[in-house]
């Protein structure tokens, strides 16, 4: 099972919207609707952030969200604070009844 | 409040074996499945393993088919990991996670580290 695809890094300035993509395949992201995020801070444990492509657990602010359009996800942070300076991970799914992460993305806040 | 804590972890020789715990606590054990997931230093997330809540099977990604075993005990509300034939690229910090129902990891462990090498 090859990792879904992710940019290897974004950056925003303080205020902005961005979106980190995550692309798969029909056996993964495209052929399921559970596609989650994850954001680690460096020398901490992962937390979910998006759960079901586009539902935020609680506690979660809702300057993230998240979609889904064929085989390619997406994670959009708007209103960019300095905290959200981390890694960002997608995870789905997939048809063996395995589950994939992304290579990871690493957002910086300029 | 919900809780997970990882033991277990630390040196060994290529081709040896370590057995990971997960203890958890603050949520109802045997409602969820649990994960284990890994990160090799410095590297990205790895779904390695995970067992439903009732252990009635369990999945693995391939690189450690064979080699590694997943399994728990739901009386004592502990997840664990057996690791043998361990590789070098089996080094990493091994978390422990549950599954929220939706097949998503909805809380972690802080991790606990394995190192293979000779």
């Known amino acids: 099972q090859s990792a879904l695809t992710q940019p290897a890094s974004v950056s925003g300035s303080p205020g902005q919207s961005i979106a980190i993509s995550c692309t798969g395949t029909n056996s993964d992201i495209g052929g399921f609707d559970y596609v989650s995020w994850y954001q680690q801070h460096p020398g901490q444990a992962p937390r979910l952030m998006i759960s079901?492509?586009?539902n935020r657990p609680s506690g979660v602010s809702d300057r993230f969200s998240g979609s889904k359009s064929g085989n390619t996800a997406s994670l959009t942070i708007s209103g960019l604070q300095a905290d959200d300076e981390a890694d960002y991970y997608c995870c789905s799914y997939t048809r063996s009844s395995t589950w994939v992460f992304g290579g990871g993305t690493r957002l910086t806040v300029l | 409040q919900v809780q997970l804590v990882e033991s277990g972890g630390g040196a060994v020789q290529p081709g040896g074996s370590l057995r990971l715990s997960c203890a958890a606590s603050g949520f109802t054990f045997s409602y969820n499945a649990m994960h284990w997931v890994r990160q090799a230093p410095g590297k990205g997330l790895e779904w390695v393993a995970m067992i439903p809540h009732d252990g009635s099977y369990k999945y693995y990604t391939d690189s450690v088919r064979g080699r590694f075993t997943i399994s728990r005990d739901n009386s004592k509300n502990t997840l664990y990991l057996q690791m043998d034939s361990l590789r070098v690229e089996d080094t990493a910090t091994y978390y422990c996670a549950k599954d929220s129902t939706h097949w998503d990891c909805d809380y972690w462990g802080q991790g606990t580290l394995v190192t293979v090498s000779s």
């Open positions: 079901d492509v586009t």
